[in-house]
């Protein structure tokens, strides 16, 4: 899987303006095969989260289910594979994208990847342009929903995962990205402090006092009331 160097620079540059604030999980139980192809992910993703395993993948997801824009499987792996895997999340979330890498060109595989509404089956060995192509799928697929409006002149661009009012970017932390993000992605829908601290800070140490000093300070830079705190539930992002 080695990667593929006539990919053009100048096309990696013009992904990378998609990719680069996306969030991605990649499953895979191969230690070689993973390291090779998060090498090739990580040409285009700043934030990958690993995986050894269906059941640990599907446990990442259902952790942080309002996180991911993508994910990234093996399919034959131990204790639940990628076909498996994905039927658990689908069953969650029906539009994810999912990517399914195997070393079989398997038509039953094939054909119950294609139940799971997978955007892409790429078989081994693939290499960086083959990644690139598939990504596109996902670009595609996004076209008729590339902005969210908000309130105010507000904008989330889905490509992106920016934030803009009046078609300028706003300066955002990672951790303000991430927070605007995961409340994007519930669609209107509240997300409780637990979620937002899981999905941000990815440690066992809840303290809501961080995420409430996200919700003031973006306030303060915005100037206007975008998040609302749903009093005991959590947040809100006001979508128009």
């Known amino acids: 899987m080695n990667q593929d160097y006539s990919t053009s620079n100048c096309e990696i540059k013009q992904i990378l303006e998609y990719t680069q604030n996306m969030q991605v999980l990649y499953v895979e139980d191969n230690e070689e095969v993973q390291f090779s192809t998060k090498t090739m992910l990580d040409v285009l993703f700043s934030n990958i989260d690993l995986a050894n ?39 969650i979330d029906k539009n994810i994208p999912i990517i399914l890498l195997s070393a079989y060109d398997d038509k039953n595989y094939l054909l119950e990847a294609i139940k799971c509404n997978i955007l892409d089956y790429i078989i081994k060995p693939y290499n960086l342009q083959t990644i690139i192509n598939a990504i596109k799928k996902v670009l595609d697929l996004q076209d008729n929903s590339v902005f969210i409006e908000l309130i105010d002149n507000y904008k989330w661009n889905n490509h992106k995962n920016c934030l803009y009012k009046n078609e300028v970017e706003i300066e955002l932390t990672k951790n303000e990205r991430l927070f605007l993000k995961t409340l994007i992605n519930a ?23 961080r995420i409430r000093n996200i919700v003031t300070k973006l306030k303060n830079k915005l100037h206007t009331s975008l998040v ?4 005991g539930e959590g947040y809100k992002i006001i979508i128009q």
């Open 53 to 91: 395993n269906g059941k640990e993948g599907y446990d990442y997801f259902l952790k942080n289910k309002y996180k991911y824009d993508m994910i990234f499987s093996d399919i034959e792996m131990p204790i639940c594979d990628g076909i498996n895997m994905t039927k658990r999340i689908r069953n």
């Open 187 to 209: 669609k209107g829908g509240i997300c409780s402090s637990e979620i937002l601290e899981d999905t941000i800070f990815e440690n066992c140490n809840y303290d809501n006092k």
């Open 228 to 231: 609302k705190s749903i009093y």
